[in-house]
């Protein structure tokens, strides 16, 4: 366990994208300068593989050697949280083995929609899925169709069960009352983290949030937001949040494919191909991502040294 494990997570954690070769393969040094890109934007830690990587998509060997890449590029120089949801408590649980065995700084769980929603289903999931490890848990709550939409009750008493819980990542709408239920219902976690995202940052921070764990396509503004807001400069903070809230809103209906057209554009990434079912942009998306994109590098300075 690293020294970090030890302190309390908090500040931005982009999810980290799954780069695609043109022939649909995982491409190894994209998914490398992703991760450059992110620590280079400022970000207090990562997380792979999460629902922002399309990790359902990814075979087996994919996920370990993808994990195993994220883990070498980061070199220890922000926190790194391994995702290791999946389909049956025994997968995961090996994702956890790996995860302990490269040093990272926590884990993140999902139970799938076939653990079913009690709280007694869920704690056997997890209880099977953490395999023991020595590890800080994040307990992701997340809706359809990866997740299930638990309820504030189930997740409060998941927590309260299973100690290894530090940290929860609530992202089901309103995500702002939920985050106050569970401060008030759970005490004694170290941090909620939200999701969805980002859109609703600014009223999960007011409400006492740890951080978030947005996309990874603009990764200095979400710092930029975080620490503006933690300094006391609110209007900073909101003004900022103005700014990439058009982005945010094409990102709330399109997903994978809004993160991956902006690597692209930013020179990260050679292609915007992804796996998953979010929707394929056509010209008139295209068109009007172009149109937001260029009126975010307009508006923040801090882009203004990106490719167009």
């Known amino acids: 366990m690293s020294d970090r494990s030890r302190d309390r997570l908090s500040g931005v954690f982009p999810i980290v994208s799954s780069p695609f ?11 490398a300068r992703v991760v450059d890109f992110i620590v280079a934007g400022g970000a207090d ?10 990790f359902a998509t990814l075979a087996p060997e994919e996920r370990r050697a993808g994990v195993e890449i ?3 590029a980061l070199a220890r120089r922000c926190a790194f949280v391994v995702g290791i949801s999946d389909e049956t408590p ?3 649980a090996g994702h956890a083995r790996q995860a302990a065995a490269l040093g990272a700084d926590a884990v993140m769980l999902m139970a799938p929609r076939s653990a079913g929603t009690t709280p007694d289903s869920v704690c056997a999931f997890f209880a099977t899925a953490l ?14 169709p990866l997740g299930s939409s638990l309820s504030i009750e189930t997740v409060r008493e998941v927590c309260r069960r299973i100690p290894a819980i530090r940290y929860v990542k609530e992202e089901v709408v309103p995500c702002g009352q939920r985050i106050t239920a569970l401060r008030a219902g759970v005490p004694d976690l170290a941090g909620i983290f939200g999701g969805a995202g980002g859109r609703f940052v600014l009223d999960e921070l007011a409400r006492g949030a740890a951080g978030s764990m947005p996309a990874c396509e603009i990764p200095e503004l979400h710092v930029a937001i975080f620490r503006a807001h933690r300094d006391g400069r609110l209007d900073e903070a909101r003004r900022v949040f103005d700014t990439i809230l058009p982005l945010l809103n094409l990102g709330s209906a399109y997903r994978t494919p809004i993160t991956k057209h902006i690597l692209v554009r930013r020179g990260i990434i050679a292609d915007a191909r992804h796996r998953d079912t979010n929707p394929v942009l056509d010209d008139f998306d295209t068109r009007e991502l172009e149109a937001v994109w260029a009126e975010l590098v307009r508006r923040a300075p801090i882009l203004q040294g990106t490719r167009r």
């Open 21 to 31: 070769a043109a022939d649909g393969t995982p491409d190894a040094d994209a998914l």
């Open 45 to 54: 830690g990562a997380v792979y593989p999460a629902i922002a990587s399309e």
């Open 70 to 72: 994220v883990a070498r």
């Open 90 to 92: 025994e997968r995961s």
């Open 131 to 144: 395999g023991g490890i020595a590890l800080p848990v994040i307990m992701q709550n997340a809706p359809p």
